[in-house]
């Protein structure tokens, strides 16, 4: 299966633990983005990142979130410290370059207790 | 601010109907345009996508029609299929790709 993978499936966690969301990309693909989804509400983007490069974060929240996409492995997202808000579905994606069909993971449920 | 909007939640289809879903934004800047489907408990879907120079595309059963001095794109599904039951959402992006803005989803029923 050469999609997007994404884990866990689904993440519970309790107020002020760590959570942290792994994205392998499509093979071949090297940029990745990442999308969160509240309830009753559409994908909103976070961040953008090429390996090793953070290109942009301007829909990241900015204190406890942090986004890596290391040379080697899956691309991370971190939550530290979480809150019942930080309650959503977790979307990553990826393309190719050139490419502007993006593909998305199957997503990462978090729940916070 | 939602950029992109999609103002009908829900839509409702006899099988063998057309299905058409509405989307408008109002970014100007945006050039790129796409639907997605998605099921539930799993990731969005690329249906198919145009681009601002044109005015329509085709994909089998599926047409986007885009309207820029409207600002308002639509897909069509036609014949309807239950299988199409699903939430379709609209996206756009100002970079042929990049950081894509979402609608909220229409949510389509097509009965038997």
């Known amino acids: 299966n050469a999609g997007v993978m994404q884990n866990p499936r689904h993440l519970v966690r309790r107020r002020g633990q760590e959570a942290r969301l792994r994205c392998s990309p499509m093979?071949?693909?090297?940029?990745v983005y990442w999308y969160r989804q509240l309830p009753e509400e559409g994908l909103k983007f976070m961040v953008y990142l090429q390996k090793e490069n953070i290109i942009d974060e301007s829909g990241m929240p900015k204190e406890r979130f942090s986004a890596e996409f290391p040379k080697e492995g899956p691309s991370i997202l971190r939550i530290q410290q979480v809150v019942r808000g930080d309650s959503a579905a977790y979307f990553c994606?990826?393309?190719?370059?050139?490419?502007?069909?993006?593909?998305f993971g199957q997503g990462t449920r978090l729940t916070v207790v | 601010d939602q950029q992109v909007k999609q103002n009908s939640p829900s839509l409702s289809v006899q099988e063998g109907r057309i299905s058409i879903l509405n989307c408008d934004y109002t970014?100007?800047?945006?050039?790129?345009f796409l639907w997605y489907k998605k099921y539930p408990a799993e990731g969005p879907t690329f249906l198919i996508s145009?681009?601002?120079?044109?005015d329509k595309n085709e994909d089998g059963r599926f047409t986007v029609f885009l309207n820029k001095s409207a600002k308002h794109l639509s897909l069509h599904i036609v014949p309807s299929q239950p299988g199409d039951s699903a939430v379709y959402f609209c996206a756009a992006s100002a970079n042929s790709g990049y950081a894509l803005n979402f609608g909220k989803g229409t949510s389509l029923l097509v009965t038997p």
């Open positions: 145009i681009s601002s120079i044109k």
């Open positions: 970014n100007s800047m945006f050039d790129y």
């Open positions: 994606a990826s393309t190719g370059q050139g490419n502007t069909e993006a593909f």
């Open positions: 093979k071949g693909h090297s940029h």
